[in-house]
């Protein structure tokens, strides 16, 4: 949104979407650009995010969604934010937090200028997804009733650095759960919340994703780990909540 810098929307299409519902990535990547962006604007230092909570709420399909940000805690280390989530009928669809984390520039260092990023992003019109988001990531589900799903990071889905997207790692951590979930259930599930920590970013790959229950699988908590096998390290962990639904 070029006239609020605490707005931003993502267009709904069913490679952005599982069981007719958006997928929590793409609501990720949107918090994290409009946070990000703005952060970038006025921080001197580099921004990483490193925690994101999301809670669904109407469960229903959707054609865009509006994210509005607003300052929780700006500290000299920590930059917190809240969201809320509105889709085109104006009914209230998710709730998160995000936590960025400032990291000083290295001597020599010079950050880009991020306006004219902001601005092109805001003005262009990007064409819709052809394939589902999941295949263009190159992910792949080895194994449904461990939730175990791989990917070997592409350039596409890295960031500045080298470390895999965030977004793209909240995506492997959600078809995880949601595909552990469906084979225990055997029947369609939607994540409808999900705690993430960013413990150091996926470089090398294989990124490799596993789930569990937290309980009784009644109960529908999830935790997933997700390992950088190349570095042999816990890049990753989240607890998920999911849901069965009704597919129309």
């Not at 809670?55 to 805690?73: H, M, N």
């Amino acid at each position: 949104d070029l006239e609020n810098p605490s707005k931003g929307q993502v267009q709904v299409n069913e490679h952005l979407s599982s069981n007719e519902i958006i997928r929590v990535a793409p609501l990720m990547l949107l918090a994290d650009t409009v946070v990000g962006m703005r952060l970038e604007s006025f921080i001197e230092d580099w921004t990483f995010t490193t925690d994101f909570s999301f809670r669904r709420g109407e469960i229903t399909p959707a054609k865009t969604i509006t994210a509005t940000s607003t300052i929780l805690r700006h500290g000299k280390r920590l930059l917190i934010e809240e969201l809320d989530y509105v889709d085109d009928q104006n009914i209230h669809v998710g709730h998160a937090q995000i936590t960025f984390m400032r990291t000083p520039l290295r001597e020599g260092e010079a950050k880009p200028d991020v306006a004219k990023v902001r601005d092109r992003m805001g003005s262009i019109e990007l064409p819709p997804l052809e394939q589902p988001v999941e295949e263009l990531a190159g992910i792949s589900i080895v194994d449904k009733g461990t939730g175990k799903v791989t990917m070997m990071p592409k350039e596409a889905v890295r960031r500045p650095g080298g470390f895999v997207q965030g977004a793209i790692m909240t995506l492997l951590g959600e078809i995880s759960a949601q595909t552990f979930a469906e084979a225990h259930y055997n029947t369609p599930c939607v994540v409808t919340g999900i705690d993430v920590r960013y413990l150091i970013g996926g470089r090398s790959g294989p990124l490799v994703a596993s789930a569990k229950w937290i309980g009784a699988p009644e109960s529908g908590v999830i935790k997933v780990d997700l390992i950088d096998e190349g570095y042999d390290v816990l890049s990753c962990t989240f607890l998920a909540q999911v849901q069965a639904i009704e597919v129309s």
